[in-house]
């Protein structure tokens, strides 16, 4: 990938930490000029830091992807400076799904998560869209989750937001045609994210064997998992995919389940 890489230029929300901070690395070790977004200043500042210091081309600029004005303030600043946009990946996300009981559920935490996981893309995606229509091969990827399809308890606004992203990626997928910007999603599974967080928040993964072993492949995902795949999914040898979602969980959701 690194010759399709060179000198095109990648925009990542909630890149700061977790997945968004793996996808990073592997766009910029790509040979990509990568911008992270995050609304953390603290892990954008430390991710900027972590990833110049391996000679990569990244630049962190703050925003909160649920607020309008500074989505357009965000994608003025990246267009006074790179001009274009090759790819967009939304993966900002709140990241933990289980709320408690419909019955205590505060319908402002329900819009918040709507707003960040769903609303959060349809802004990003529209306002970057003058600097994606001046790319060759312009790209949208979208990080859903496989809670879009299948749900544990009390896990209401995460899997209504990210059932909502899913529809979003064909919605967007059979509209923006000219030009011609691809969108697709991906849905992770487990993904392991505590070595991937900011310093203040990071820890070591200790996962059981019967954490490893429910997933077919016999582990618990990584960020790298979901960025291989981005890196493919953004790129010109996806040129006939659109408008699709690729599960990456290990096997996890294809599993039947007899107690
Ligand atoms: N880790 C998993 O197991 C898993 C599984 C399925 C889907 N996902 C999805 O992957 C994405 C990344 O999750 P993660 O596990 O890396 O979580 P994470 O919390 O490690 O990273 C999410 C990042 O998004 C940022 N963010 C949150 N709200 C924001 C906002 N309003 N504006 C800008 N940035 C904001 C956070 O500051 C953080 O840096 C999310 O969309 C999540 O729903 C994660």
Known sequence: MKDYYTSKT??????????????????????AQVIITDIDQEAGQEAQEWLQNQELQVEFIACDVSEEEQVVALMEQVGQKYSQLDALINNAGIA??????????????FDKVIAVNLRGPLLCTKYALPLLQKATHPAILNISSTRAFMSEP??????????????LTHSLAVSLTKPRIRVNAIAPGWIEVGPWE????????????QDKEQHPVG???????????ALFLCSDKAGFITGQSLTIDGGMTVKMIYS
């Open 219 to 229: 582990r618990v995902g990584l960020p790298e998992d979901i960025a291989e795949a």
């Open 154 to 167: 009390n896990t209401f606004p995460y899997s209504a937001s990210k059932g909502g992203l899913e529809a």
């Open 96 to 109: 933990n799904p289980d709320v408690g009981p419909l019955q205590d559920l505060s319908i402002s935490s």
């Open 10 to 31: 990648i925009l990542i929300t909630g890149g700061a930490q977790g997945i968004g901070k793996g996808i990073a690395q592997a766009f910029a070790r790509a040979g």
């Open 198 to 209: 900011k310093e203040s928040k990071r820890y070591e993964p200790n996962h059981r064997e």
